[in-house]
């Protein structure tokens, strides 16, 4: 079974701080992927990375970084939270694969607030 | 105007009844088709997935691709309660990547 888990579920945050949010996948699959869902807006795409220390801009990136560092493990970071990133962010990661079943396996996320 | 379109809901409907969703989408080089179910307080899992137009079914759950009037749908017969729930419709032009854009969400309560 795919195991994405992430490191915490609640996180409190103050505005100005810097966060970091760790993504761990026991696959061993290539791909991995930081979204944030919103109330009425779905999932956004902020970053994914298709390799150890390859990091592509998804649909949002402003205001965030990510680092991969090893295959398994993938952090977002918010290099100064601000209100607006009060969110849920989730993690997924996937095979690069070929097939239509290669789909995308999430954690459980992580919801951020920031006062 | 977003990429894909998904009512938010809440959808209710008693216990056995079919619980018909969809979206629809603007890309048309979207080839690639998902539903993801989303619990409360949990990631979203794969449901099913289709490929290019047609029917797919599985259980309970029936999946339809219209690519010419791209609109996609997901029905679910003899609801249970246990399908109470978010549905987010995913698609992507192709596996490569694995890119997905996802609708808004549908949330579905089936009340017993």
């Known amino acids: 079974d795919v195991k994405v888990t992430q490191s915490s579920r609640y996180l409190v945050k103050r505005t100005g701080e810097k966060v970091f949010l760790e993504c761990v996948q026991d696959?061993?699959?290539?791909?991995m992927f930081w979204y944030r869902q919103d109330p009425g807006l779905g999932l956004r795409l902020i970053y994914f990375?298709?390799?150890?220390?390859?990091?592509e801009k998804g649909d949002i990136p402003e205001g965030y970084s990510v680092s991969r560092e090893k295959k398994e493990r993938f952090s977002l970071i918010l290099e100064s939270a601000s209100t607006n990133q009060t969110s849920m962010y989730l993690c997924?990661?996937?095979?690069?694969?070929?097939?239509?079943?290669?789909?995308?396996?999430f954690g459980p996320g992580t919801r951020l607030t920031v006062l | 105007q977003k990429e894909v379109e998904q009512d938010p809901g809440p959808l209710s409907v008693p216990e056995g009844a079919i619980v018909s969703l969809n979206c629809t989408y603007s890309?048309?080089?979207?080839?690639?088709f998902m539903w993801y179910r989303q619990y409360s307080r949990k990631g979203p899992e794969l449901l099913m997935y289709?490929?290019?137009?047609g029917n797919k079914e599985d259980g309970r759950f029936t999946a339809q691709v219209d690519k010419s009037s791209k609109y996609i749908s997901l029905f679910i017969r003899d609801s249970q309660p246990s399908d109470s729930a978010t549905y987010l419709c995913?698609?992507?032009?192709?596996?490569?990547?694995?890119?997905?854009?996802f609708g808004g969400g549908t949330r579905v309560l089936v009340k017993p």
């Open positions: 997924a990661s996937s095979p690069l694969g070929l097939a239509p079943a290669d789909t995308q396996y």
């Open positions: 696959m061993d699959h290539e791909n």
């Open positions: 990375s298709y390799d150890v220390k390859m990091k």
């Open positions: 890309n048309s080089a979207f080839q690639y």
């Open positions: 289709t490929y290019s137009s």
């Open positions: 995913a698609m992507s032009p192709s596996t490569a990547g694995n890119k997905l854009t």
